[in-house]
């Protein structure tokens, strides 16, 4: 069903906050997952008071994990509540990843969206306190009714988002709409229609707001934005295995790393509650050092930087669902996102699997 | 142990330490004791193997053949064919690599 929350003076989020709210007063849900505003930026919280979401903001573009993680702990075997959960499209997918691995359950779960015109890396607007100007927003959610990439406070969007060919959220309960609407003038949100009924709205409604078209202009919107990022992630990914095909192979691309295993920390469907590369088993004795310094006539200290990566890629690349968390935690700036998204895609191509379809 | 219970960790290690090729024997389809650990050995090989072009190995260094454990003289067949073939591809470039 579709319909059209209104939205007072010109300001999106008073309307998203009483709708979030809305749905927790009618019993849809009993608490909510959604980021709040905290300091500079916005923090993912459980929530069951809703006087706490006036400070609910889904709209500010930080993202500092991926919240999939998030909803596997709080589902699972048994999900003890109607939970509420306000995902960005890569964290349902790979939350529905999640679900494949058995390490997360839709029962009980409600699905709350937004079009995504991309994340921006934390510490960069950080430094610039750009969220806290809310002309910055504005210009954001602009971007997104023209289906254009958004140009704000000189700040590029995170590298897996400049290339996400997947910025419209699906499998979900409630999608709001940004792109290609102009959200000043009112909300355009579909859902599923039980929900609407137990939240008493129906097709169309504006609630005295001016009306807000669904379909062409949205399409229209999509299809711009999705021409540019499709090209950007052809060209990423051909440059990954331009680099990977030449003779120092994928090892180059690790060559810097520090293996400090924030890419795989910060991976949502990286699940293993023991990994082996945690544990003791790569810490060798003085002689097996030297006795693989013997061997090659030299060795990386510490070592087994490259086996990390390439079992984690057989571990999980397949899955990959190119949300790109784990270059955004690399402090040694390798794009690991990419590289899986590169070698994720090939594996993907044999299996012909598509992760995240149900 | 398990084909099934082979992780892809085993079969990198050998080879990033410059092995020139690594065997995986596990039961024959339809045979396993555990129902599902050779097809999901399977997949895994496959999995590996498109991985491994990126690594720059040739993925001819690793073998996966269905060999139960009660068939010896299969098992020293397959064994010296494998050695065979990888002394026809020489040494593993692995063996100089460092840097890994």
């Not at chain 1, 993912?44 to 994990?65: C, E, G, K, Q, Y």
Request: with cysteine.
């Amino acid at each position: 069903m579709n319909t059209i929350l209104p939205v007072e003076n010109n300001d999106v989020l008073p309307a998203l906050r009483s709708f979030l709210k809305r749905l927790m007063n009618s019993g849809v849900i009993e608490v909510l997952l959604v980021p709040l505003e905290h300091g500079e930026g916005v923090m993912p919280a459980l929530v069951t008071d809703p006087a706490l979401l006036d400070s609910a903001n889904p709209l500010m573009p930080l993202m500092s994990i991926n919240n999939a993680r998030a909803v596997s702990a709080i589902t699972g075997k048994h999900t003890p509540a109607k939970i509420g959960v306000v995902l960005r499209p890569c964290e349902i997918r790979a939350l529905i990843e999640l679900v494949k691995l058995q390490q997360a359950s839709l029962e009980n779960l409600t699905i709350i969206s937004m079009d995504c015109p991309g994340t921006y890396e934390i510490p960069d607007s950080m430094a610039k306190g750009t969220w806290k100007q809310a002309s910055n927003l504005s210009a954001y959610l602009d971007a997104a009714k023209e289906g254009k990439e958004p140009d704000i406070d000189g700040l590029s969007l995170r590298q897996a988002c400049q290339m996400c060919i997947h910025p419209v959220p699906e499998n979900l309960d409630i999608h709001i709409h940004l792109f290609g609407v102009d959200v000043r003038r009112g909300l355009p949100v579909t859902m599923k229609d039980e929900i609407a009924a137990v939240l008493n709205l129906t097709e169309g409604e504006a609630g005295g707001g001016e009306s807000v078209p669904f379909g062409h202009d949205i399409s229209e919107a999509v299809a711009r934005l999705m021409a540019g990022r499709q090209k950007v992630r052809e060209e990423a990914l051909g440059h990954i295995h331009q680099k990977m095909t030449s003779n120092d192979s994928i090892a180059s691309l690790f060559a810097s790393c520090i293996r400090c295993h924030n890419c795989m920390t910060a991976c949502p469907i990286c699940y293993c509650k023991t990994c082996l590369f945690k544990t003791a088993a790569f810490d060798h004795e003085p002689e097996y050092y030297l006795n693989a310094a013997h061997r090659k006539g030299a060795t990386r200290m510490l070592g087994d930087t490259l086996l990390f990566h390439l079992t984690r890629l057989n571990h999980m690349g397949a899955s990959c669902v190119s949300c790109g968390m784990c270059t955004s935690a690399c402090p040694s700036d390798i794009p690991v996102g990419m590289i899986f998204s590169a070698v994720g895609e090939q594996v993907q191509r044999v299996f012909d699997y598509v992760p995240a379809r149900m | 142990m398990c084909s099934g219970a082979v992780d892809p960790v085993y079969i990198l290690k050998p080879l990033l330490d410059g092995a020139d090729g690594v065997l995986i024997g596990g039961c024959h389809p339809g045979d396993c004791h555990y129902q599902t650990g050779n097809y999901k050995t399977r997949r895994r090989y496959v999995v590996m193997r498109e991985i491994l072009k990126n690594a720059g190995f040739d993925d001819k260094r690793v073998w996966l053949r269905w060999i139960s454990a009660s068939e010896g003289q299969r098992f020293a067949e397959t064994v010296t064919e494998m050695v065979a073939a990888l002394k026809e591809l020489g040494p593993s470039p692995m063996r100089e690599v460092w840097a890994v």
